[in-house]
């Protein structure tokens, strides 16, 4: 996270979600895991042209964007055990629910019991990372709930 121009990033989501605008696309979302996930809520932020938002653990800095100034409804997903403290633990998770109702955007914030960071990545190498860092990984249920949520919301903000 240290090497990445967060600036650099957002212009281009800007870039990409203009560019499948001018091309057809009369709605785009937005969505990203860990910096992703935090570069998507930022996104809802600094790019108008975003039209929905679904971030799988990461809050942006304040210093990059203020989540109570959202303009595109947001979705977020969290592990109840991240413990990457001020990014995506439960504390962050919360305040960004908190954010988010300042915002007057549709939002849903859902803390999942019992996982942790990443807990979405079902490769071999995340199952292995995750058990190699004694995180717990065996909620398929969860998984698939949060895929069910995020299918629903981008159905709901994108369909025409």
Not at 12 to 21: E, G, H, Q
Not at 73 to 96: C, I, R, Y
Not at 127 to 145: C, T, W
Request: glycine share 8%; aromatic share 10%; proline share 5%.
């Amino acid at each position: 996270m240290d090497g990445l121009e967060w600036q650099g990033a957002v212009k281009d989501i800007s870039a990409s979600v203009n560019w499948l605008k001018a091309n057809g696309s009369k709605k785009a979302g937005v969505t990203g895991f860990c910096v992703g996930g935090a570069l998507a809520i930022a996104s809802s932020v600094l790019v108008p042209e975003v039209d929905a938002v679904v971030s799988f653990y990461g809050v942006p800095s304040p210093e990059l964007a203020d989540p109570a100034w959202a303009k595109a409804p947001v979705q977020a997903h969290f592990g109840e055990l991240d413990n990457f403290v001020g990014f995506s633990d439960v504390t962050a998770a919360k305040a960004l629910e908190e954010k988010l109702k300042a915002s007057g955007i549709p939002y849903e914030v859902h803390i999942y019991p019992g996982n942790a960071h990443a807990f979405m990545n079902r490769s071999l190498e995340g199952i292995k990372r995750r058990k190699d860092m004694g995180m717990p990984d065996e909620d398929e249920a969860a998984v698939q709930l949060t895929w069910s949520r995020f299918q629903s919301w981008m159905t709901c903000f994108l369909s025409s």
